[in-house]
């Protein structure tokens, strides 16, 4: 290099973010500084909108201790001013900087904050919101939390023991809610303590959404609430009032079974085909659909029932079904080793194969023959001529499947009922497809969960309180969201336009994800020299169409007040 260019370069600084600059112009899009800023008073050094900001970055960037977000802003080869939209000195962001912080956003309220920015997002993003899915999911901690075992406990969730859906009930918990809308864009979520009930945060959350819907400017009736079986309580039922919902029906209510059995007795389905999004490939095939339209009856009032026959049964059912199948044999089996064998007459014998053939069971048929055999009569044989015989009668039994009755067991394992008040004419009416559709949006939400969870961020040393988790809570949801409206404008940007995005293995994907974003957006070094930034190597096609897709183009990497430009779904014309 001549000793010009070194000149040139003497105090120039190189930094490397890889998508980081994108989600940090999302941040700047939904004004997350200014509005954490705004609802989070305190007079601390470090503002608590460039506190939020990093947090959310850095979970972002890897999922890695809170407590090194210091050491990550220290790196030399980070911008703070390009992530955060100004200078900010890294040991600011000390872990008792951001400890305090955690506190004063705590005491501001983390779900407040959230809500306003959902309603910032839904307005920005042009999300649809006539589909609002509802879950919760436990997050179990390493510790003993103590003080949550006080008369008087600390204030925020208690951590304490609960129903764990990680399978670890040795471990102590906190539960997270979400709604959220277009299958997994979170417009708002708390902490809850860790033995909170499915079934009392449902009936929570449905005391507050018409609350929360007025504020995004929905009126009763607009939209659809999405839950799963534990919202189906007599309570919860009543709560929602003129809400129209859709949820599962669970299996130990009575009339879920009749439902199910009479559409397997009815035999009158309607073909509703594959729902997957993706092809389905030879070792996983796509899932068959079948509907079967009835009604129940559940405390008093008539509901819509859409029995779904799945192709893909239910594995659990399915075992269930295997184990009464072998059960049903080894019990026949039993009863046939003390059947006598060989009879004298072929009256007798008659006699006993009827009596054999009754132990059938509704699984399996017995099947009894009667075989003559000639035995050779007792005494000494002549010495000449043919032995002399006599005729016995050998009863044979076979064990069979009802084939009829195990058909219709397998038939009856492989369907679910689904809940719902949404007329299937009408205005705002949904076909069973269209239910089961909307219904099937319930496992973006569930795919959000394991988001959620990493033990190394909420077990760090200064997050032992549960009011700082509550807040940490409020960190790893703004990320999810951030995280969600930037694959959201991926998926949109490529449907609006009819094409497709290099994705894994060098092919062509309608589907981008997030994290295949993350993969594209890597190795894009950019200098800092007399205050201007430059891209070091022109970014190639690849990376300029990914960053098309996400609303941004170069300046992201350039522009510490850059923002995205919102890619909103083009509707279909029969949705006006």
């Keep these: 290099m001549a000793a010009d260019q070194v000149e040139m370069l003497r105090g120039a600084e190189f930094f490397s973010h890889g998508f980081l600059p994108a989600a940090a ?20 050094e470090l503002r608590p909108g460039l506190a939020v900001q990093a947090m959310v970055l850095d979970v972002l960037q890897g999922r890695t201790p809170l407590y090194r977000v210091e050491h990550s802003m220290a790196r030399t080869d980070v911008d703070t001013e390009l992530l955060l939209g100004e200078q900010v000195e890294p040991h600011m962001f000390s872990d008792t900087n951001l400890s305090r912080s955690l506190d004063a956003i705590f005491d501001a309220g983390p779900s407040k904050i959230i809500t306003e920015l959902g309603i910032q997002a839904a307005s920005a993003f042009s999300l649809d919101m006539r589909t609002l899915s509802y879950d919760t999911t436990s997050t179990s901690v390493w510790g003993e939390y103590r003080d949550c075992e006080l008369p008087e406990p600390p204030p925020g969730p208690v951590i304490t023991h609960g129903h764990s859906k990680d399978h670890q009930p040795q471990l102590k918990q906190f539960m997270t809610e979400l709604l959220c809308v277009e299958r997994g864009v979170p417009i708002f979520g708390r902490t809850l303590d860790g ?17 929360l819907m ?6 009763p009736g607009a939209c659809i609430y999405v839950a799963d079986s534990a919202m189906v309580t007599e309570r919860n039922l009543e709560a929602l009032g003129d809400m129209r919902f859709i949820t ?9 079974e009749m ?11 309607t073909a509703l085909g594959s729902l997957a999004e993706t092809t389905g490939s030879a070792v996983r095939p796509s899932a068959d659909y079948r509907s079967h339209e009835t009604a129940v009856v559940l405390h008093g009032t ?25 059960a049903s044999e080894k019990a026949l089996r039993d009863k046939l080793k003390k059947v006598q064998v060989r009879y004298f007459c072929e009256a007798d014998a008659s006699v006993a194969a009827t009596q054999a053939t009754g132990l059938s069971t509704r699984l399996h048929i017995v099947v009894a023959k009667i075989q003559p055999v000639e035995v050779r009569r007792p005494g000494r044989p002549p010495k000449e001529g043919p032995l002399p015989t006599t005729t016995r009668y050998d009863l044979c039994c076979e064990l069979a499947e009802n084939t009829a009755e195990v058909q219709r067991e397998k038939d ?64 790893l949801i703004i990320a999810l969201m951030i995280w969600r409206l930037m694959e959201r404008s991926m998926r949109a940007y490529v449907q ?21 974003m993350t993969t594209v957006l890597t190795d894009i070094l950019v200098v800092l020299m007399n205050g201007n930034r430059s891209i070091i190597r022109e970014l190639d096609s690849r990376r300029l169409a990914f960053l098309k897709a996400l609303g941004l183009g170069p300046p992201a990497f350039l522009d510490p007040q850059s923002k995205c430009v919102p890619i909103i779904p083009v509707k279909p014309a029969s949705e006006g």
């Design 25 to 44: 112009a999302y941040c700047r899009r939904l004004s997350l500084v200014e509005l954490v800023d705004r609802m989070v008073p305190t007079q601390m």
């Design 195 to 211: 033995n909170s009930s499915d079934k009392t945060s449902n009936n929570h959350m449905l005391a507050r959404i018409s609350t």
């Design 214 to 219: 007025a504020a995004h400017g929905l009126g």
């Design 248 to 256: 599962r029906l669970p299996a130990n209510y009575s009339a879920c």
């Design 259 to 269: 439902a199910i059995q009479h559409a397997v007795d009815a035999k009158d389905w």
């Design 302 to 326: 008539s509901y819509r029932a859409v029995v779904i026959h799945s192709s893909s049964h239910d594995k659990r059912r399915q075992k269930k079904l295997a184990k009464s199948l072998a």
């Design 412 to 475: 009856l394992a492989g369907c679910f009922v689904l809940l719902t008040n949404v007329p299937p004419e009408g205005h705002g009416a949904l076909d069973a497809k269209g239910i089961l559709r909307t219904y099937k949006g319930q496992y973006g939400i569930e795919s959000d969960f394991a988001f959620l969870k990493d033990p190394l961020i909420v077990n760090d040393l200064f997050l032992k309180t549960p009011s700082r988790i509550d807040a940490l809570g409020m960190i």
């Design 496 to 516: 609006n336009n009819q094409i497709t995005l290099q994705g894994w293995d060098n092919k062509q994907t309608e589907k981008p994800t997030a994290f295949m």
